[in-house]
């Protein structure tokens, strides 16, 4: 089964206990509609394969899928979507699409790209100051969301998510050093409301390196968002 099909019959079973007479056909539609299509084989033609194989997130649309509800005779209030929505939660598949409602959970996750990511722009940066990474801890992050010009969409483009961090290796005569760098990851939005998984677009030294001084935190994480 696919993963809008599966989707679609998780919403279909949260619908039915406020709506008995839903179709599966109709709950299709509704989720259809919260992913920026104004039919189904509109979204089967454009983002289907997205859905299945690329996309690492999806940005629902409550309204739409509210107004489309109306239209199959069911008053859907925001009580039935939250339901909803938390049904499809539950049903997610770890490694599948990741359902969210509010971009900044997109960028929450530029974070863990940061831990994770390798890319030799990084060893590269790092050459200078020792060998061995020892740990990357975050400092602060934001979410760049530009203005855009799009008639048929309310999501950009891409998101952009800075992150601010530190980089430690191990230098001359076992010392650790700090690096401190800014890298830049992006989200490139996939059909009408998809994203793909972060990409590393660009990441520079922010000031220069130091001696690291040992703390309970250096295992990686706090920050302030900003931006």
């Known amino acids: 089964m696919s993963r809008f099909k599966r989707c679609a019959k998780a ?62 005779g069911c008053e859907m209030r925001r009580e ?31 974070r863990y790209a940061f831990y994770d990511v390798v890319d030799t722009r990084i060893d590269a940066l790092l050459q200078p100051y020792g060998q061995g990474e020892q740990f990357r801890q975050v400092t602060r992050e934001a979410l760049n969301i530009r203005p855009w010009p799009d008639g048929e969409c309310d999501v950009p483009p891409i998101l952009l998510a800075p992150i601010q961090g530190e980089i430690c290796v191990q230098g001359p005569s076992h010392h650790s050093v700090v690096v401190p760098v800014i890298a830049e990851f992006g989200f490139e939005r996939l059909g009408r409301r998809l994203y793909d998984s972060a990409v590393l677009l660009s990441i520079r030294r922010t000031g220069e390196a130091g001696p690291h001084c040992v703390s309970e935190d250096t295992a990686g994480g706090g920050g302030d968002v900003i931006g």
């Open 11 to 72: 919403a279909h079973a949260s619908l039915r206990a406020s709506f008995p007479h839903i179709s599966l056909c109709q709950a299709q539609e509704l989720l259809a509609a919260a992913l920026g299509h104004k039919t189904l084989a509109s979204f089967h033609a454009t983002d289907s394969a997205a859905f299945e194989t690329r996309a690492a997130y999806a940005v629902l649309d409550p309204e739409a899928a509210m107004l489309r509800a109306l239209a199959f």
């Open 80 to 110: 039935h979507w939250s339901l909803l929505s938390d049904e499809l939660g539950e049903k997610q598949v770890i490694g599948e699409v990741e359902l969210v409602e509010q971009l900044t959970r997109i960028g929450w996750s530029a």
